[in-house]
């Protein structure tokens, strides 16, 4: 009969577009090389990178992990660190009274070059800022 050999395509109105795609499951530690979880690759200092898991893992807990292509993993920027630190020497500036030196969890006015204890005398919450260094203290971001 013609047309048998073909893959019947089942046709469901109501089946969502995003048809689900089906990946093979291994057994715990039975994965094969080439693939790993998502914190397996951050041990390596990968991520994913935008593909998708290409298979799922067994665990010990309820939900299999998802395994990916280490070939397709792309590393962890590497910028990350760099940004945060010039973003935090910023945002730092931005909270740091330039009289008292105290850097508050908060942005200053940006009227003022100073905390508002040392502009007008109102008396800071000491919960609202971490205190300047004791002199001669190590400084570690410096
Ligand atoms: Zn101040």
Known sequence: M???HMALVDVDPHAPTEP????PVFKRLCAPQGLATKRQLRARGL???GQ???AEVETRGPRNGLLYEIAKARPVRP???AKEYALDKA???RQTCRSCHRRYHFVLPTSLTSCLECHDGTPADPATYTPPPAPGAHQ???
Do not use: N
Request: glycine share 14%.
């Open 2 to 4: 013609a047309g048998q």
């Open 20 to 23: 689900e795609v089906t990946i």
């Open 47 to 49: 991520r994913p990178g």
């Open 52 to 54: 998708g898991p290409v």
């Open 79 to 81: 910028m990350t660190l």
């Open 91 to 93: 945002m730092a500036a």
């Open 140 to 142: 570690l971001a410096a």
